[in-house]
Each structure stands twice: as structure tokens, then as C-alpha cells.
């Protein structure tokens, strides 16, 4: 086989053998406070937004501090008006690092599962 040929054929195996689209779940797409971000005062919520509509009884959040209690304030729930975010609010967070784990069941029946930190900024 020319190594054209080659490529070519390893391209139409990657086409066929490819896994099941991602974008056919409900990944996190952006929260606020973003991922990994610092911000400087406590936010009194977070904020993620998903790539797909949201199942709201089977989808949670929880935030926890760097000793493992957990800092939301509540379950989270789907904003009425858009159903691809989920809103927690937050107990009075000290400055510190904290540990978002999210799982959702997204409208298509699949549950995704992440988690990422966000950091409250001394002043
Ligand atoms: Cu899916």
C-alpha cells in the first residue's frame, strides 16, 4: 500500500470505528466562577452551563472547602429559563480553594460526571 492509500484507509477506520458523538451528551461548558479561576469576593452562587438540557432530579452539584465540609448552601436546581444551567448558591466562603463535583443527567438520558476548583482570592 502507498502511503497515500494508507491514510486513506485509516481515515475511513477512524470514521467507522469512532466512538459515539461527545457532543451527544451534556458536558460542562462554562461555569462562574469559571474553572480554575481566582475570583476576588465570595460569590454567593455558582453557575454552570451544560451543553444540553438537564434532567433536574438527577443532576447535582455539591462544593466543598479544602477540610471536605461541604459550602453549598442547598441542592442546586435549574434555572427556570434555561434549562442547560444549574445554579447552587454558597454559604459565606473564606478565601481558600474550592472543589466543585458535578453529575447531571442530561435529556438524552446520559449522566456525565466532572469536577474542577475555583479559588477565592485573599484581598
Ligand atoms: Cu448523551
Not at 29 to 55: C, M
Not at 68 to 87: E, M, R, Y
Request: proline share 7%; glycine share 6%; net charge negative.
Amino acid at each position: 500500500m502507498t502511503t497515500r492509500a494508507t491514510a486513506a484507509a485509516l481515515a475511513l477506520a477512524a470514521l467507522l470505528f469512532a466512538p459515539a458523538p461527545i457532543w451527544a451528551h451534556a458536558f460542562l461548558d462554562h461555569s462562574d466562577p469559571a474553572v480554575g479561576s481566582t475570583v476576588p469576593a465570595a460569590p454567593q452562587a455558582l453557575n454552570l452551563w451544560f451543553t444540553q438540557e438537564l434532567e433536574p432530579a438527577f443532576s447535582w452539584v455539591t462544593v466543598t472547602d479544602k477540610s471536605g465540609a461541604t459550602v453549598n448552601d442547598g441542592s442546586a436546581a435549574i434555572d427556570p429559563n434555561d434549562q442547560t444551567k444549574l445554579i447552587v448558591k454558597l454559604k459565606p466562603l473564606d478565601p481558600g480553594t474550592y472543589t466543585v463535583k458535578w453529575h447531571v443527567l442530561s435529556v438524552d438520558t446520559h449522566t456525565t460526571e466532572g469536577d474542577f476548583t475555583f479559588q477565592v482570592g485573599k484581598g
